[in-house]
């Protein structure tokens, strides 16, 4: 099956699930240097997803999976900073961590298949 829409793939439905989440949950802090960098790197992951598929190449939409999944870490890291500072409850970091993971897992994922060797006539 080959996907037309970036729509179409998980990896970018969860990353849109994954922002509105921290934009939810952490609405109220008053830190605003803080939740305005949590949220940026949150809407970094589906938007890259997004902005990569519509390049049309593999390698370019390698290249922007890539910045995909280093939004997800870092806000992967800032959620671990937010429960230390006591910005988010520990079921909350839990849930939202867990989230990251299974979306770098997809994006990882994506990755591997764009690179193998049947996928570099399409570059």
Not at 27 to 52: C, L, M, P, T, Y
Not at 55 to 64: A, G, L
Not at 79 to 91: I, M, Q, W
Request: proline share 1%; glycine share 4%; charged share 25%.
């Amino acid at each position: 099956m080959r996907i037309s829409r970036f729509e179409d793939i998980l990896a970018w439905q969860k990353g849109q699930d994954l922002a509105v989440e921290v934009y939810l949950t952490l609405h109220e802090i008053k830190d605003w240097d803080f939740r305005s960098q949590i949220n940026r790197a949150a809407v970094s992951v589906s938007n890259n997803i997004a902005e990569g598929f519509d390049r049309h190449t593999n390698k370019e939409f390698i290249k922007f999976l890539t910045v995909a999944r280093a939004s997800c870490s870092e806000v992967k890291s800032m959620l671990y900073l937010a429960e230390r500072l006591g910005y988010l409850e520990k079921h909350k970091s839990i849930q939202l961590l867990l989230l990251t993971v299974e979306i770098s897992k997809m994006i990882n994922g994506l990755i591997k298949v764009l690179r193998k060797p049947y996928n570099s006539t399409s570059n």
